[in-house]
């Protein structure tokens, strides 16, 4: 009896091995998708690596084809803080800018970032940050904040500015011959240089809100923008400023030259304001949505890609019924 029953046993064993290292067919995975249209998305750019969006939980996501598919970019650490701007001093040369100082640069158009800079306690998020003529890199943020680095993004050490108060700094923007320079920010704050970054003056103040952002236009012409659609033009490079007239008193996040010099402002409530006479008069080009864009790219076919916190936008300008061409990007890794 016992040996009838060892032998089912082994029969019972040997048969399950058979079994278990047996071929079979195994049910495809699961497509794995980039939530890239409901993600918090903070910034947009476009580099040789191809479309760049960056945000919430220290995300960055580059797509090739101009936002139809999108892969996370391989980032050292895992800070998981929020990214809040992208910048790029060429096709290949940037840093990633957030939350607790968190620097990260990359060299090959946004695919690899490598972590140079991060505040264990205490840190400030940090908002913009630009390239200078001579080659040190600047960077900017909450408190008045500034970041010096001397070789090439490895190193940033603490830095001051003329005229600097303890006022968010928001953007720090160039000419594109790099002599003239602006920094703008909270409470009306701006900074020019008109010698390349060398020196830097405070501007009296003309506007008692926070500024996000400047852009220049050629010659001494400037452009800034802020809360409450407030935007201000200047032409003897940011010395004196006049009020631009806009049909919506939202706040403006971030901006774009389209075709033609047209200037392309984005923010609150899905708003887009446009500007084809050097930033004096502006109208409403896009409105619509509870998000709130941050930023804004033109593609080649002229149809916009959108940054919001809600997610990734696109938008058809030119076609018939712009209302009916609004849509969101399914991007999937």
């Known amino acids: 009896m016992r040996v009838a029953v060892g032998l089912v046993v082994a029969s019972i064993v040997a048969v399950a091995s058979i079994y278990s290292f047996s071929p079979r067919s195994v049910p495809p995975l699961r497509e794995t998708r980039i939530p890239v249209d409901a993600m918090q998305l903070t910034d947009i750019k476009q580099s040789k690596a191809g479309t760049i ?3 919430e939980l220290g995300r960055i996501l580059v797509s090739p084809d101009e936002g139809r598919t999108w892969k996370p970019a391989s980032v050292t650490g895992d800070r998981q803080a929020l990214i809040t701007r992208l910048v790029f001093a060429d096709d290949r040369h940037g840093v990633a800018l957030g939350h ?3 620097i990260l640069r990359t060299d090959d158009g946004g695919q690899n970032w490598t972590e140079t800079a991060f ?3 205490n840190g400030e998020p940090l908002m913009s940050a630009a390239r200078l003529p001579g080659g040190d890199w600047l960077a900017v943020g909450a408190f008045g904040q500034v970041l010096r680095s001397i070789d090439d993004r490895n190193t940033w050490q603490t830095d001051t500015l003329p005229g600097l108060s303890d006022w968010h700094l928001n953007q720090i923007a160039s000419s594109a011959d ?3 320079w602006m920094i703008v920010g909270e409470n009306g704050t701006v900074l020019r240089s008109t010698d390349g970054a060398q020196s830097w003056e405070a501007v009296e103040p003309f506007y008692r809100g926070s500024l996000y952002g400047a852009v220049h236009l ?3 012409r400037w452009v800034t923008y802020g809360m409450r659609g407030n935007v201000f033009f200047s032409d003897d490079a940011g010395q004196t400023w006049n009020a631009a ?3 919506a008193a939202v706040s403006l996040y971030g901006h774009t030259l389209a075709a033609g010099g047209e200037l392309l402002l984005v923010g609150q409530g899905g708003v887009v304001l446009s ?5 004096e008069h502006f109208a409403v080009a896009r409105r619509g949505g509870r998000a709130s864009l941050t930023g804004i790219l033109v593609k080649r076919d002229g149809d916009w890609m959108m940054s919001s916190d809600g ?7 030119n076609a018939r019924d712009a209302s009916t061409n609004e849509s969101t990007n399914k991007g999937a890794a």
């Open 53 to 55: 969006v960056a945000g």
């Open 100 to 102: 607790e100082g968190w």
């Open 119 to 121: 505040t264990e306690k």
């Open 178 to 180: 790099g002599r003239q």
């Open 218 to 220: 050629g010659g001494k």
């Open 245 to 247: 007239q806009t049909p």
């Open 275 to 279: 500007s084809k006479d050097g930033g």
């Open 311 to 317: 997610g990734l936008r696109a938008f058809a300008p």
